[in-house]
């Protein structure tokens, strides 16, 4: 099992900045990825940002590509998401997430189980 506890949302104007930061205890994820997910009212959880934990390969949903930069600290067992230049169709609530996970097509997909924090609320006001 994997515990994973996220921090840093809040409300901001249009063009600020919010880093998320995800804290993961629990098992050693040694090779597998930690991400951001985000879900806005009335839609799908949909991908945000990812890094493996081994090589620290990054990942971006087109959305948050150029704005978005996620990182990790592996001694503390720590993933970031700074959020620049944000928009209000940036609001949601930000789910970080871990576990194994496949590339296709450049992409990285998390595959089951995948381990949820409890989400963090991002507002962003126009």
């Known amino acids: 099992q994997v515990q994973l506890v996220e921090s840093g949302g809040g409300l901001v104007q249009a063009g600020g900045s919010l880093r998320l930061s995800c804290a993961a205890s629990?098992?050693?994820?040694?090779?597998?990825?930690m991400g951001w997910f985000r879900q806005a009212p009335g839609k799908e959880r949909e991908f945000v940002a990812a890094?493996?934990?081994?090589?620290?390969?990054?990942y971006y949903a087109d959305p948050v590509k150029g704005r978005f930069t996620i990182s990790r600290d592996n001694a503390k067992n720590t993933v970031s998401l700074q959020m620049n230049n944000l928009k209000p169709e940036d609001t949601a609530v930000y789910y970080c997430?871990?576990?194994?996970?496949?590339?296709?097509?450049?992409?990285?997909?998390?595959?089951?189980?995948?381990?949820w924090g409890q989400g963090t609320q991002v507002t962003v006001s126009s």
């Open positions: 890094i493996t934990w081994s090589g620290g390969t990054t």
């Open positions: 997430a871990a576990g194994e996970f496949t590339i296709r097509a450049g992409r990285l997909y998390f595959h089951e189980p995948v381990y």
């Open positions: 629990g098992r050693t994820l040694s090779s597998g990825a």
